[in-house]
């Protein structure tokens, strides 16, 4: 790398950046749990009574886990893999909810044995699979509601209409189920508010109708979709903004005595992730500069695909930029990562970074296609 790329003046980020490339070979991914504590006290801090349950899809690393067992948080698991996962490290079984609402029969019988008792579920045939090879469970049924904007759609997928949800919690019941309550998700990265208003309010039609059957509901679970910034100057709603008007809408709608939980999984960990890569190759084609670096979309760039988000690209260099195209290293040509970045000059070596990628990168990221192993994730303070 060029010593220009080294000078001591440049901000925190960039620093730390220099630091990690003097110990560790890019591409990096480097994990500050400082940010992910701050992500978790601020969560905390601003929906003081809503509990969050970690949904370590977002990002599974051991470490990353091992910080919120650490801070006392709740976990959202999908998968007997993912709640073995946080069970061996130390989370007890009563803070983890088995929020996939289709589950295999031996993952059912996984919970059963390890004692996680409360799970999500949006049909009849699951109730009847819960009863049989997880008798008694607690379960929450999920409800589809709107996603408008939401940047992942989830509603397509999953979510029983709000007209059958008593029928359905009604049918737990009789089954020897334990009924407890709801459970939606708003989508992923939600920045219209008036998903969680919308969706609140529906809730509480079903927590009131549940109630004049003679059915009391406990648990309302607000699922995830808490959006964070992706780039530096990004204009949507904030996350204090957004949870001023649930904790108005949870007050206003809800018993006191109502458990709330949540399920947030890129506000957690999105912020604290910090992706290092370098240029390994460059060209000038198509009247553009051409930039290969040595991670992409089959990489940690994987959210591109799979999360349908966009990344900030950022440099050490400074000087006047032009229109450039940055691929990934592998013999695919879908594994191009922008095909208009404004980025200044770049050589062989010089670094690329992307800023707020803890979520939905690594996680998702193929292990060796082509030969090219995913960025090496390392914690720091
Ligand atoms: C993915 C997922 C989450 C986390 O969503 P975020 O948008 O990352 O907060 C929560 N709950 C369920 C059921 C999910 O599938």
């Given at each position: 790398?060029?010593?220009?790329?080294?000078?001591?003046?440049?901000?925190?980020?960039?620093?730390?950046?220099?630091?990690?490339?003097?110990?560790?070979?890019?591409?990096?991914?480097?994990?500050?749990?400082?940010?992910?504590?701050?992500?978790?006290?601020?969560?905390?801090?601003?929906?003081?009574?809503?509990?969050?349950?970690?949904?370590?899809?977002?990002?599974?690393?051991?470490?990353?886990?091992?910080?919120?067992?650490r801070l006392g948080s709740h976990f959202d698991v999908a998968s007997a893999q993912e709640m073995n996962l946080v069970l061996g490290l130390g989370a007890p079984p009563q803070k983890i909810i088995f929020a996939n609402t289709i589950k295999s029969v031996p993952d059912l019988q996984m919970a059963a044995r390890k004692r996680v008792s409360l799970m999500t579920f949006d049909n009849e045939p699951e109730l009847y699979k819960i009863a049989r090879h997880a008798p008694a469970s607690r379960v929450l049924v999920r409800i589809k509601v709107e996603n408008i904007g939401s940047v992942v759609e989830?509603?397509?997928?999953?979510?029983?209409?709000?007209?059958?949800?008593?029928?359905?919690?009604?049918?737990?019941?009789?089954?020897?189920?334990?009924?407890?309550?709801?459970?939606?998700?708003?989508?992923?990265?939600?920045?219209?508010?008036?998903?969680?208003?919308?969706?609140?309010?529906?809730?509480?039609?079903?927590?009131?109708?549940?109630?004049?059957?003679?059915?009391?509901?406990?648990?309302?679970?607000?699922?995830?979709?808490?959006?964070?910034?992706?780039?530096?100057?990004?204009?949507?709603?904030?996350?204090?903004?957004?949870?001023?008007?649930?904790?108005?809408?949870?007050?206003?709608?809800?018993?006191?005595?109502?458990?709330?939980?949540?399920?947030?999984?890129?506000?957690?960990?999105?912020?604290?992730?910090?992706?290092?890569?370098?240029?390994?190759?460059?060209?000038?084609?198509?009247?553009?500069?051409?930039?290969?670096?040595?991670?992409?979309?089959?990489?940690?760039?994987?959210?591109?695909?799979?999360?349908?988000?966009?990344?900030?690209?950022?440099?050490?260099?400074?000087?006047?930029?032009?229109?450039?195209?940055?691929?990934?290293?592998?013999?695919?040509?879908?594994?191009?990562?922008?095909?208009?970045?404004?980025?200044?000059?770049?050589?062989?070596?010089?670094?690329?970074?992307?800023?707020?990628?803890?979520?939905?990168?690594?996680?998702?990221?193929?292990?060796?296609?082509?030969?090219?192993?995913?960025?090496?994730?390392?914690?720091?303070?």
């Amino acid at each position: 790398m060029k010593k220009s790329e080294f000078s001591p003046n440049g901000n925190t980020v960039e620093n730390l950046i220099r630091q990690t490339l003097a110990k560790h070979a890019a591409p990096v991914m480097i994990i500050r749990r400082s940010i992910l504590i701050r992500q978790y006290k601020r969560f905390r801090q601003y929906l003081p009574q809503v509990t969050p349950y970690y949904a370590i899809k977002a990002n599974p690393h051991p470490d990353v886990i091992k910080t919120f067992v650490r801070l006392g948080s709740h976990f959202d698991v999908a998968s007997a893999q993912e709640m073995n996962l946080v069970l061996g490290l130390g989370a007890p079984p009563q803070k983890i909810i088995f929020a996939n609402t289709i589950k295999s029969v031996p993952d059912l019988q996984m919970a059963a044995r390890k004692r996680v008792s409360l799970m999500t579920f949006d049909n009849e045939p699951e109730l009847y699979k819960i009863a049989r090879h997880a008798p008694a469970s607690r379960v929450l049924v999920r409800i589809k509601v709107e996603n408008i904007g939401s940047v992942v759609e989830l509603s397509l997928k999953f979510g029983a209409d709000p007209e059958q949800a008593v029928f359905l919690l009604r049918k737990a019941k009789a089954l020897g189920l334990q009924p407890e309550g709801v459970s939606f998700h708003v989508g992923s990265q939600c920045t219209q508010i008036q998903n969680y208003v919308q969706a609140l309010e529906v809730t509480a039609a079903v927590f009131r109708e549940a109630k004049e059957e003679g059915l009391t509901l406990s648990i309302l679970d607000i699922g995830g979709g808490f959006p964070i910034r992706h780039f530096d100057h990004e204009n949507h709603a904030t996350f204090e903004t957004l949870a001023r008007t649930v904790r108005t809408e949870l007050t206003r709608l809800f018993d006191k005595k109502t458990r709330v939980i949540a399920e947030p999984g890129r506000f957690l960990v999105g912020p604290g992730g910090i992706l290092v890569t370098q240029v390994i190759g460059r060209t000038f084609r198509n009247n553009k500069n051409y930039y290969y670096l040595n991670d992409g979309v089959y990489g940690d760039f994987s959210g591109i695909v799979f999360d349908h988000c966009k990344y900030e690209l950022k440099t050490l260099r400074r000087g006047q930029k032009f229109l450039s195209t940055v691929a990934g290293p592998t013999c695919d040509s879908f594994d191009t990562i922008s095909l208009s970045e404004e980025l200044p000059e770049l050589d062989v070596g010089s670094v690329v970074y992307v800023k707020n990628i803890g979520a939905y990168s690594s996680a998702s990221a193929v292990q060796n296609f082509n030969g090219f192993a995913p960025a090496k994730i390392v914690l720091t303070d």
